[in-house]
Nanobody
Framework: QLQASGGGLVQAGGSLRLSCAASGRTFSRYVMAWFRQAPGKEREFVALINWNGGNTRYTDSVKGRFTISRDNAKTTVDLQMNSLKPEDTAVYYC???????????????????WGQGTLVTVSS
């Protein structure tokens, strides 16, 4: 029900735009987020956006470089990634939480719908 795309290979300092399209049900009322998982590491929070786009949150390491946005008419959530660094290399997952609570907003356990992931590789 969530299909992520836009990953690829990019040089450090470059940009990529990830997109996640929802289908099968309406997610327009729910928090949508991006997580990432690097090889050998746990899945970590990257960014989230509330239902109307009025509230966003980012992990410290991407603040000022990444921007999350959503289009409820198209049922998509995007992640614009600029000034990419090798440490941004990971599989990126989009997620939707239909039962979000404050304590789990930045945790994978807070989300119950997941996309399949798209690989981002940043070369130095």
């Amino acid at each position: 029900q969530l299909q992520a795309s836009g990953g690829g290979l990019v040089q450090a300092g470059g940009s990529l735009r990830l997109s996640c399209a929802a289908s099968g049900r309406t997610f327009s009322r729910y928090v949508m987020a991006w997580f990432r998982q690097a090889p050998g590491k746990e899945r970590e929070f990257v960014a989230l956006i509330n239902w109307n786009g009025g509230n966003t949150r980012y992990t410290d390491s991407v603040k000022g470089r990444f921007t999350i946005s959503r289009d409820n008419a198209k049922t998509t959530v995007d992640l614009q990634m600029n000034s990419l660094k090798p440490e941004d290399t990971a599989v990126y997952y989009c997620a939707v939480g239909t039962r979000i609570i404050a304590s789990t907003m930045a945790l994978p356990s807070g989300y119950n719908y997941w996309g399949q992931g798209t690989l981002v590789t940043v070369s130095s």
